[in-house]
């Protein structure tokens, strides 16, 4: 006899009842990704790196820059690309991102900061994640943006806390009026 293609009710329960007792056994392991969704307070360079990502955003077919760094060094930059090379994925955070593996391989991004003339959207801050990068500072913030262009609302902080197996810090609003005034 063979098993049927549908689970029994009792078999749905039994699933249910474990997996839920799973969860509340996984629930503190998860908790600490919370910490990564929290604001870093700004550091010295963070300017200067910001100023860098405002200056490629303003030469971006769309007014958004990136600029890569390690321990006060430049790896990469990059700016939205996504007309010239008709790629809507070829945001700037993506293209600094592209560069920097090109130039360094996937090792170096580890521990990095990315500075990035607006908050990254979701397709932005998951690359940031799944590279480990360990810092995104940004200008504007999505909600910013978004009185000015559409936006995707969810915000980096939002997937930073579901995250648990990498932490990001975040420091938001460096420079953000300078920002805001290439979006005219």
Known sequence: MTAPLTPSPADLSRRHLLCGALGTVAVPFATPALAAAEDDSEQPDDAAFMRLAIEEAAQGDFPFGAVITHDGAILAQGRNLGIQE????????????????????????????IYASGEPCPMCMGAIIWCGMGRVVYAASIEQLSSRIGQIMVTHRELAARTPFETVRTTGGV???????LFG
């Open 86 to 113: 008709k790629d809507p994925t070829a945001h700037a955070e993506m293209v600094a991102i592209r560069r920097c593996l090109a130039a360094h391989g996937p090792e170096k991004l580890k521990g990095t900061t």
């Open 175 to 181: 420079l953000a009026a300078e920002s805001l005034k």
